[in-house]
């Protein structure tokens, strides 16, 4: 199919397979249905499989807003080696010895449970961060190393899941299940745990588990968007994670066009906290009165027809909520429960 505009405007969740890039991902939604607005909403590297989020049309704009949630990653981390890539994919620059505490359970355990809480973090050589306008992987192609520098990250959780290679087998790994903070880099958290326990470690195998709301099973695989198309959307509003409010026409009208709109105008809704299932009142699953007042700079999704068609911002100082971010056409809202 010719890729042009179309009127589609959703977000998808795509399960992307090993091996190829996230712009590879963005081609073949864009063959799939025909539309050239199409954008990822954060990079997952060739080698990662698993949770990568795509907003097409319009819905391209929510892009900014997908962006900084935490996610989690199950990943092997391989000692003995390391690479100029911190991964499989990369040429190995150096070997060592693995320690005999690497296989002993309490040591390891101990060691992933550690890892929790605030740190900076190198990024690795090969990363897509921009320095004076250029990405340290494409001068690191090219036999140029960018100076980069430490960054603020947060480890939320992380469980060791297993111990391989005791038996020599098979290379000496540990499977472990993370859960961190935007901007945090498995591959250098496999790098840094390798230098701390004084052998060469790189990732053998990652998969993302969740990116923000969105999780494994809320994606499906490019084969199975091609049979489903826009019965894969995904409700922006639950990957959004903001308060919402529902329109009537009048109201929608004025946000179509633009205007401003005051705090008593909205009946703020929220997500409910428990599932759904264990809720008394199945006539309302899924939401519930926000009694909380609005805070200053505060995001409100805005809904109407079953349709996300404008984000709003609370300005305290005014008194009104203004728009940021407003659709013509509206995003679809999949299978919404709200």
């Not at 359970?105 to 809480?117: E, I, N, Y």
């Not at 993370?178 to 470690?201: E, H, M, Q, W």
Request: glycine share 10%.
């Amino acid at each position: 199919m010719k890729r042009g505009t179309t009127d589609y405007c959703l977000v998808v969740g795509i399960d992307k397979p090993s091996g190829m890039t996230s712009h590879d991902v963005v081609n073949r939604v864009r063959r799939i249905f025909g539309e050239r607005r199409v954008g990822h909403t954060g990079t997952l590297d060739p080698l990662a499989s698993g949770v990568l989020p795509i907003c097409v049309g319009p819905a391209t704009r929510l892009d900014q807003y997908l962006t900084g949630h935490g996610k989690s990653y199950v990943v092997s981390v391989v000692f003995g080696a390391a690479t100029d890539t911190d991964d499989c994919d990369g040429e190995v620059i150096r070997t060592g010895d693995v320690p005999e505490e690497v296989f002993d359970p309490f040591f390891a355990s101990t060691f992933v449970a550690g890892l929790v809480g605030k740190s900076k973090q190198l990024p690795p050589v090969y990363s897509a961060i921009k320095v004076a306008g250029q990405k340290a992987c494409d001068a690191a192609r090219k036999g140029r190393v960018i100076n980069l520098e430490p960054r603020d990250i947060e480890v939320y959780s992380a469980e060791l899941l297993g111990i391989w290679g005791a038996d020599g087998g098979e290379p000496a790994r540990w499977d472990i299940a993370f859960s961190v903070s935007k901007g945090t880099y498995i591959r250098a958290l496999a790098r840094d745990i390798g230098n701390a326990i004084g052998c060469p470690a790189h990732v053998g195998a990652l998969r993302r588990t969740q990116a923000g709301a969105i999780g494994l099973a809320d994606c499906v695989s490019l084969e199975t968007l091609e049979d489903v198309g826009l019965r894969a959307a995904l409700d922006p509003v639950r990957a959004l994670g903001f308060r919402f409010a529902f329109l009537g026409e009048e109201q929608a009208s004025r946000v179509r066009n633009g205007g401003f709109l005051r705090p008593d105008e909205l009946a703020l809704c929220e997500r409910r906290s428990a599932d759904a299932a264990l809720e008394l009142c199945a006539c309302t699953a899924g939401v519930r009165e926000s009694c909380e007042p609005l805070r200053d700079g505060e995001l409100v999704a805005l809904l109407c027809d079953n349709a996300l068609i404008a984000l709003y911002e609370f300005q305290e100082a005014r008194g009104r909520l203004k728009p940021t971010c407003v659709f013509q056409t509206g995003v679809i809202r999949g299978s919404s429960d709200l």
